[in-house]
């Protein structure tokens, strides 16, 4: 059972490049998000998509875009990426936002630095 | 609006002692309450999950929380600690608001376990 894969498990950046984080799950869930963690912060919700084809933004989402690919597959994408951006990124996936609340399930995490 | 509050950023015991981790929440909703747990360089794993049945709620690896509504509060425990139960554990809360379960993180336990 693969459950929730994200891609890559580690990378470095200069501050300015680009790049697109990749999140995939095999459940066949509808709901999908992207967390960041910061020492002592939790976790703090920057994109959702309680759906295929929706997407909405969460609490920190300056600086980030998504794209729901399709069902299985949900991306993060930083476009000039800063030091303050340096964090470890998880995406989750959970059965829906609407009607039952359902727990989430979540991948072992990007971890992100940017120099 | 929800919210939640983790009373306690870092707990120790000893190994065969009792753990309690203490969680508050707000919300204007019958919220869904539940606690994850992550050990180091992992994801999220759900360990119990509190939606309104019972209020007395077991989880795996020997936890348990009790819901109480009066207290707005979700601690979770267990009787005796392990060794392997040193990680940081989350308390999330998640009600209707806005119309989609989308939820709320506290800012961590790390629960430190002496031999």
């Known amino acids: 059972n693969a459950g929730v894969t994200q891609t890559p498990k580690f990378q470095v950046l200069k501050t300015g490049q680009s790049m697109t984080l990749q999140c995939a799950q095999d459940?066949?869930?509808?709901?999908m998000y992207w967390y960041r963690q910061d020492p002592g912060m939790g976790l703090r919700l920057i994109y959702y998509?309680?759906?295929?084809?929706?997407?909405d933004k969460g609490e920190v989402p300056n600086g980030y875009n998504v794209s729901r690919l399709n069902k299985r597959e949900f991306s993060l994408r930083l476009e000039s990426a800063a030091p303050s951006q340096t964090s470890v990124y998880f995406c989750a996936s959970s059965l829906g936002v609407t009607g039952v609340n359902q727990p989430q399930h979540f991948g072992d995490g990007t971890r992100l630095s940017i120099l | 609006a929800q919210s939640v509050t983790q009373l306690d950023s870092h707990v120790s015991v000893s190994e065969g002692t009792p753990v309690l981790l203490r969680c508050n929440y707000s919300?204007?909703?019958?919220?869904?309450l539940f606690w994850y747990v992550q050990h180091p360089n992992k994801g999220l794993q759900l360990l119990l999950k509190?939606?309104?049945?019972?209020?007395l709620v077991k989880g795996i690896n020997g936890f348990e929380a009790e819901f109480k509504k009066s207290e707005t509060s979700f601690h979770l425990t267990k009787p005796s600690a392990h060794m392997s139960d040193a990680a940081e554990y989350f308390c999330v809360v998640s009600d209707r608001s806005g119309g989609s379960y989308i939820p709320t993180f506290g800012r961590g336990t790390s629960l430190i376990v002496h031999p």
């Open positions: 919300s204007s909703y019958s919220p869904s």
């Open positions: 509190y939606t309104s049945a019972a209020t």
């Open positions: 998509s309680a759906s295929e084809g929706t997407t």
């Open positions: 459940m066949n869930h509808n709901s």
